[in-house]
């Protein structure tokens, strides 16, 4: 069974820079959600995908958008970065719509912006 | 805004002793309550998913209970070793696609 895993581990951009995340998901897995871990507090929900269609987003703005491939991998992409963009990204599957069972995490992309 | 409230925000405990931590949330908007841990360079991993009112669960040295009228949970760990030494961060599940974190207890526990 393949777990979860991110691409990159580590990338630093500047201001106004695109930056693109990678997440494959947990093999039977059909359900992806993104989270922001900022410095000192707790993940922070941005979108959730459930079979290709997002299931739910949290409170961030338009520039963070997101896909879901047939395979169920997903991509969450930040447009015009900012310097508060800079945290831990974690992408976690799940089986099913919504959270009625554990999530599985991958190890998270840092990004720092500059 | 849904407000999960972890304490304490650290803790640092010797080899052997039995620890306790706490996550509260508002009894209102329960639908699921999770548990992870979180060792550093690694990814979160579940514990426990609870969901009905007076539940108990244990994995090893490890319980969880959930008082869900009076909105909170606690997090039971029995003769702590190095390696429980984490990250252990409580989510809840308001009946959306949406978990709403705590900021999590740092456990440090020294041999």
New interface residues.
Partial sequence: ETGVTQSPTHLIKTRGQQVTLRCSSQSGHNTVSWYQQALGQGPQFIFQYYREEENGRGNFPPRFSGLQFPNYSSELNVNALELDDSALYLCASSQGQGNTGELFFGEGSRLTVL | ?LN?EQSPQSLHVQEGDSTNFTCSFPSSNFY?L?W?RWET??????LF?MTLNGDEKKKGRISATLNTKEGYSYLYIKGSQPEDSATY?C?L?S??????????TMLLVSP
Avoid at chain 2, 41 to 46: F, L, V
């Fill in positions: 805004i999960v699921a999770h992870y360079a690694k990814s979160p991993e579940a998913v961060l989510a599940n009946g959306y696609s949406t978990l709403t974190f705590g900021k999590g």
